[in-house]
C-alpha cells in the first residue's frame, strides 16, 4: 500500500458504483463526462466498484477528495442531486462507502490514519437519489440521467 499516491494538496473525484446495473452506474457517468470536459490541475479521477478498504487506498495522500454515487433512498425524489459531508450519512443510506463484505469507509479511514497513512482533511460526498434498479443493463434510467449535468457542477463547484 502506497502511503503517498499524489501531491499532498492534489483533489481525487470518485465515482462509485457498478457500470453495468443501471442506475449503480450513476458516479461512474458523473467521473466519465467530468474527465472528457477537463479538469483542473491537480484534480484526479478514478471510478471503482467497491468501497471500503479499496476505497481508501485510492485516497490515501489526496487532501480532498469528493465521492460520487447513486443513494437508494426513498426520503429524496429520484434524481434529486445532494452534496454532504461523509460522517452525516446514515449507515443505512451509505451505499458503497459501506458493505456487508468489506469494513466501512470511515472505519477504514480511522485505520490507515492510526497506522499512519495520510488521509484526506477534507471528504465531500455527491449524491444522486435513486430508486433500487439494479438490472443488468449499462443505461441509466431518464430520471438518473438527467441528474448527471447536475453532479457534474456541483462536483466542480466542490473542488
Given amino acids: 500500500m502506497n502511503t503517498q499516491t499524489t501531491q499532498p494538496h492534489s483533489t481525487l473525484v470518485v465515482g462509485l458504483g457498478n457500470p453495468i ?3 449503480d452506474a450513476a458516479g461512474w457517468r458523473v467521473v466519465e463526462g467530468l474527465q472528457v470536459e477537463g479538469l483542473p490541475q491537480g484534480v ?3 471510478c471503482l466498484a467497491a468501497g471500503g478498504l479499496r476505497l481508501m487506498e485510492a485516497m490515501l495522500g489526496y487532501a480532498h477528495v469528493v465521492i460520487v454515487d447513486a443513494f437508494y433512498t426513498p426520503e429524496r425524489p ?3 442531486v445532494f452534496t454532504c459531508p461523509m460522517e452525516t450519512i446514515p449507515a443505512p ?7 456487508s463484505h468489506d469494513t466501512s469507509l470511515p472505519h477504514a479511514l480511522e485505520m490507515a490514519r492510526r497506522l499512519g497513512f495520510s488521509v484526506p482533511r477534507r471528504i465531500d460526498v455527491v449524491g444522486i437519489a435513486a430508486r433500487v434498479n439494479l438490472r443488468l443493463s449499462d443505461e441509466l434510467t431518464p ?3 438527467s441528474a448527471i449535468p447536475q453532479a457534474k457542477e456541483t462536483v ?3 473542488l
Fill in 44 to 46: 484526479e479521477t478514478v
Fill in 78 to 80: 429520484e434524481g434529486t
Fill in 143 to 145: 430520471a438518473i440521467a
Fill in 21 to 23: 446495473l443501471g442506475d
Fill in 156 to 158: 466542480r463547484r466542490l
Fill in 93 to 99: 443510506d451509505a451505499g458503497h462507502l459501506s458493505s
